[in-house]
Every structure is written in C-alpha cells, then in structure tokens.
C-alpha cells in the first residue's frame, strides 16, 4: 500500500477527548474516529489490526474444537422473558421497537440465542461436546462510555457456548478454553494472568478473568511473580487432560484489586503488584439457562436431562486498546509483530528520485513475493516528518531508502520495538526480513 | 473437520415456511436457522460459504483501489437530519432511543456517516480519489421480510462510497466499480448482467443494478443474447482508461420488467427473456450528500468545492441465496468452487473398519496439505444416507472411500456439479484433487 493514496489521518496533535494513550494513540495514528459517544469507525490501519486480531482469536478457537457461527445483533425480547433476564438487565441493554411493535434488543450478550438454536437441533448425547463461538459486534449502553474502544458501547467480542453432558465434561470443556486464552494472549504478544473472578449476571460457581498487565492498566492487580515467567503450551492435545495445566495456573496466587486480601499467603518478595486491563472472562454456569430455556439432551440410557454450559468471552475490539497500553513510548505505538497493521515500512526519503523509486519498487515486489505486508512512504514529506509518523503507528520494522545510503550501496534498518538502527545492504536488510538469514 | 464432531443439523423434510428453493435448502443444509422474523443465525456451514464470498468481495474491492473501513451498526440521528433523509426514510428505518434518550437508528446504508469521516478528515484535492467500503450488517425494517437470507431484515452487504473531485472523475471512479462488480459476480461463478436502474432513495442521475440469472430468480428481465456470452477482463488495470470496458457491457440492450417496453430495438431472436435476481446496485449521484453535510475539498487554485460522490453496493448475505437460486438440482446444492464451503467431501462407507479409517487419514493429511479443504464423513450412517447427506450440501467434489473399492485399489471420486462418477486408483483422485495431474 502507497501511503500518498492510503487513508490514514494523523494528528500532530493530541486530542483533548481523549483520557488514556490507547485512546489517544489511536486517534492520533488515524485508526479510528468517534461517530457519537462509545460508538466509532474503523479507518484502514484500525481495522487491519481489529482483523489481525479477529483471526488470532479464531484460529485458537478452532484449534481447541469450537466452531464458528454468526447470531443475530438484534434479538427477540422473548427469549430473554423465558431466562428470565429480561427485567434484570436495566439499562444497559439498548431495547428497540421494531415496526410491528415487537420488543426486540441489541444484543448485549448471546446465552439466550445460543441456547435457543441448540435446543432446537440437539437432542442427543452422541452430539455433545459443542462449543460455539461467533466474533460479532454487541452493544451495551454504557452511562459514560469513556478511554476510547475500552470501554465503547458498539464494541467487537468473540463469544463461544459450551454444551456437555454433565458437570465432569462441562468443567473439561471449561479447561480447554481456559489453556485456549492462555495461547491467544501469548500469541498476541500480551502477558495475561487469569484470575478467579465473580460470576455476576452471568451466574455459575466457576469463572475466570483473564487479565493482561500493562502500566497504563485500569486496576491494580497482584500476583505470585512466578505467574509473569509462565507461558502457555507450545503444543496441547485438546483431546487429553488438561486439568494439570490449568492446576499449574491457578495454584499460584493471582487477585485483582477487590479480592486481594492480607491473607494472600504468598511470601514477601514473591507477591507482585502490578496494573492490569481484563481481556476475556470465562464462565461455567451449569444448567442456569438450559434449565429454564428446556434445552436438554437424552442420554445413553434414554432419559432427558438439561445441558451443562459454559461461556467464553474475549473483548476482540478492546484488545486492540488493551495491546496499545501494553506497548508503546513517548513516540507512539510498538505492534507485537503478530497484530502489526503492515509488517515493514518502506520510507522512500527522496521520493521522485528516479533511482531511490526504484530501489523502493523492487524492495517492494520483494518483501511482498516473500509474503510481507508493506506499507510505502511515497510521499514527499520531510524526513523527520515521515519518522515521526512511521514512530507514531508502530510497525515493527521500518526500512529506510535514501539516494546517500543508496550511493554507498546501503539502505537503513529499524526495529521499532529497541530503536536500534542499522546500515544494512539491501540484500542483507531483505534477508534479514523475509528470515532467510541476515 | 470431522463431521462426527461438526454441527450440521441437516434436514430430511422440506420446512414449511420457506417459499422458495434456496430458502429450503439453506434450511436442510444445516446453513441457517430463523431467530425470528427477518432475522436469521448463521450455522458453521453457512458462515463458510458467507466468508468465502465476502472474502472475493474484499479481494477485488482492494484490487480497484478501494479501501476496507468498518462503520459502527448504530448511527446518530442527527447526521440523517442535516442529510435530510431522517423523515424520509419511514418505517423501513429501525429507530432507537439510548438511555439518554438520543435519537439513535441502526443503518440502513451509511451515506451519511461516510460523509462525515470525510468531511473531518480529507480536506484538500491532493487527497482524492479516496473509495472507502466496508462488508458490515444493515438493519431494514421490511414489512414482510421472507425468503431467507433473500430479503432479511439484518442482512450483511458491501457498501462502498467514492469521493472525488469532479464529475468526470467520478464518473471514472464509478467505472472501476462497474468493472469490479463484473469480476466480482464472474469469481462467485454467477451470470451478472448490469441494467440501467433508477436512483431511488439514494439519488443521482446514473446507476446500474447487476442482475444474476437463476431460473427461480424473484423478477423477469430481459437482455441482448450476446450480453449472455460475455466475460470480464481478466487484467485490469484501474488507473487506465474503463470507459470502453463499460460502453462495452452497457450498448447491448438490458432491462428488468419494469423498464422493459416495445422500443427495445433488439432483434428478433437475439432478445433473451430471463429471470433475475438483483445482487448489486451501483449509484453516482454527485453532490447531493456533500452539500447539505458540507463535505467540501480545497482544489488547486484554493477555492473549495463540494466533493463529489457515490455508492455502490452488493448485498452479500443475499448473495448467498442467490447462488443456491442459480446453482441446484432436486438432490441439493451445487456449490462453485469459488464459494464451496469445503472443496471436498470425503466419505468413509465404512467408519470403524481399521484400513478405511486408515485410508480416510491417509487422504486427509494429504488433501489438506495440498491446501484444500475437507469434511470427513466419519459417521457410521448406511452408504445412501450419507450420499443423500453430501448431495444435500453440494461439495464440489465427494470422495468415496469403501473397503470393497480399497481392496482393489481405487475409490471413486464424484463430481457434484455434473454427477460423473469415476472409479481411480487413491493417486489419481489425489492427483486430480490437488491439480497435480490426473
């Protein structure tokens, strides 16, 4: 992509709107723009990134057995009448009359529908397990929507249903998504610490958040510090047993800010304070909702009995803030590689030079045949100017084309993340990126 | 992916309520299920067929030079009432009132909140073109929604807009979209002829509708036989002159019911008379959103100027249906390859026995490692079920693996399209599938 035709609306300055550096970064590298209050668009860089994002989250998904489906923005009120949570869910819930004078909503959350579509076309035992899960927008009418997509009203989750037999497989469904989050924040480039947490409107007796530590975060959180070396496994057979790594995560000590307490029992030196954003939130409520709602299934010896849940969500649009929190400096924001809008900035620093044009085309035939997405600096902005806007939207790797370097068969090689800067040959800077070497 | 474990709720009897052909199958197949009226869940199945045609959507949007953006579903009255079309728009506009009674809607079409990104972030003629899309849901109210996905109330569409500096380049602008929407339709394997269409709601003085053939298709039209021969240009190239690409397709006479008439000057016997469905609709209505909303560009000589527009859009969900419409048989759905949820059905005749399994696993590995798709029949239903079963969803190709077939060495391998049926050794089929030979 040539950045003299791509939309990307930088600010020099830092709008006044704006409370927190995610919230202000990403106006200000033209990601998104407010549309009214919690409610934004996604311009070109943005979405990249929601959709990077958007595709870790599903391929982790689907690695862990569940399978993707899309259910409605705007549901019927009946269902939530039938759970019984229709009255509960006040305000927050964006209600709608439709022409006919039916109670409709926006979908602030999907348990009801879910639950609807499978006691609909699941009957039998021989069917389970499921796991559902969709990436779709919701909306919840918050009283004050603030700090940009981390709190919007119109926002992305990815939102996944289990369905088991009995409590036993219920809990085994609940570990795979538990060791599922650990991977796909770790892929994301995020530390996340998962954390026993309320059940809340969502009910059940076992729930955790998942937490991801970043300076800028909105709550304290503490933690045995032995948790912050941990990464998740390279390779899980989603078929065996998982209990032990999920034992080995939670046996360590991990509270947010209102369960911490005196008798954490961890020693001093070991307990970590530190702040935090909460990114996903996984619940095992057991029958609440098939129970009222009649989805059961029969069992082997042919009686019926009501379906054990679970539910899982990930805030996919809030991560792209949460991300930002977790990385970035004074001059702007540093993309983990996996999420990064384009992978290298190509910045043609005399662009309309014959000679460093195509330089600049060749690199870029090259980057892209080796499957990097490059976004060129074709325009005829300053040098300084052009650094401070690749600085400002943080793509991992910035390589610099100038007629001087050129001349002495050299081009510049920046990553984003240390700073460090190098005087590369172009083949050397070309197979430094592609990994064939350097 | 294992059909064992797949959700995939097919039905043996036709539903009721569905009037028309890819309404029922979409329903049989296990693609969709009715939330309520007009409003409609998207199964695992469906969702692929949905993406893939999103995807080829996305591909050749980017390849004219548009750009993806994503809008929020909830819009802000108030830009409707600057626009001047709030009142206008009637019942068919889902309203809304937040918990701060603000007038709120969920878009019916997104003239207005395109405007406003650009109005506040595109100033100067240095900017322009710009063609900014988005694939996102629309909410429209219709009295009577029925036929599926056809006409549903939430519905998922393309909608792009272009902004430009003066009628003629506009007009260029709206020639690459013409072209687009021709490649478009040709990669979902569908006939699309453009018609000259009325502006209707949106305005403007040009605008063209793309119609699919389908035998069931919902309308009659009519068109110059010759129109039905014609193909896209393989290689575009979008800076370049589009002028005869389009003169090219629109000299030959095209015209739905309404425009038909006596004077259409075809022919006899070169007149086809068909029936359509509309899967696209493509409008240039110049300045009638930029000058109300203000939506000016400085030019050259530094006057401003109010910059000039139009949309385009393809109704993606609707797509879908339309495909079914034009691409089944009394068996099922014959998917194209390009949209085909999983290119390959690979049916075990006999689960459980050792050597098929074996075979079956075999097979995968390798059909998946060539990069194609497959969905594994590994149930234990009787042969002409599952034939039933793969005919019902249409795969482009089922693989048929028995112990009978492997004892002599081959399987067979069906093409769904046509229904030809060829015993081959397991090379071959693997030679055909992958392209490598056969």
């Known amino acids: 992509m040539r950045l003299s035709r791509y939309f990307l609306p ?42 990077a994002i958007e595709q870790i989250v599903r391929e982790e998904q689907d690695r862990a057995g569940a399978q993707e489906i899309l259910m409605p923005t705007v549901q019927s009120a009946e269902l939530w009448r039938e759970s019984g949570r229709y009255d509960d869910y006040g305000k927050e819930m964006l209600r709608i009359v439709d022409r006919h004078e039916r109670d409709m909503l926006y979908g ?76 796909t924040f770790h892929r994301l480039g995020l530390k996340a610490i998962p954390m026993a947490a309320d ?18 975060g909105e709550s304290a959180v503490f933690c045995h510090k032995d948790l912050l070396d941990k990464t998740p496994p390279q390779n899980v057979d989603y078929d065996g047993d998982l209990e032990p790594i999920f034992k080995e995560w939670t046996s360590l000590y991990a509270a947010t800010d209102e369960k911490h307490g005196p008798d954490h029992g961890v020693p001093e030196g070991d307990l970590v304070s530190a702040r935090g954003i909460e990114v996903g939130h996984i619940f095992n409520f057991g029958t609440k909702y098939s129970v009222p709602m009649g989805a059961t299934v029969t069992t082997q010896d042919g009686s019926s009995v009501p379906v054990h849940m679970g539910s899982y969500g990930i805030g996919v649009s809030r991560l ?22 384009f992978q290298v900035a190509l910045v043609n620093l005399k662009a309309g030079d014959a000679q460093t044009d195509a330089a600049c085309a060749d690199l870029e035939t090259r980057l892209a045949a080796a499957g990097l997405s490059v976004l060129i600096d074709d325009t005829d902005e300053r040098p300084g100017a052009k ?25 510049e090689l920046k990553r984003r993340a240390t700073g460090e800067r190098h005087e590369v040959t172009v083949e050397s800077a070309l197979a430094h990126l592609t990994g064939t070497g350097a």
Do not use: C
């Open 10 to 51: 930088t600010l020099k300055e830092t709008p006044s709107e704006a409370e927190i550096v995610s919230h202000r970064l990403m106006l200000r590298a033209g990601m998104i723009r407010q549309h009214t209050s919690g409610i934004y668009s996604w311009l070109p860089l943005g979405l990249r990134v929601l959709r």
């Open 108 to 183: 602030p959350t999907h348990e009801e529908v879910v639950t609807d579509i499978f006691r609909k076309n699941i009957q039998s035992y021989r069917d389970l397990p499921k796991n559902l899960y969709q990436i779709h927008w919701k909306f919840r009418d918050e009283v004050r929507p603030r700090f940009g997509v981390m709190r919007g009203r119109e926002f992305l989750m990815k939102d996944g249903y289990s369905f088991d037999l009995d409590p036993l497989a219920a809990r085994r469904a609940y570990y795979r998504m538990f060791v599922a989050y650990l991977r």
């Open 199 to 216: 059940t809340g409107p969502i009910g059940g007796s076992l729930s955790h958040e998942f937490i991801i530590l970043a300076e800028t």
């Open 320 to 341: 792209v803030g949460g991300i930002i929190e977790a990385s970035h400096d004074d001059a702007g924001i540093i993309w983990p590689d996996s999420v990064a809008p």
């Open 387 to 411: 650094f401070a806007t690749q600085d400002l939207i943080g793509l991992p790797w910035q390589l610099i084309v100038g007629p001087k370097g050129l001349a002495r068969g050299v081009v």
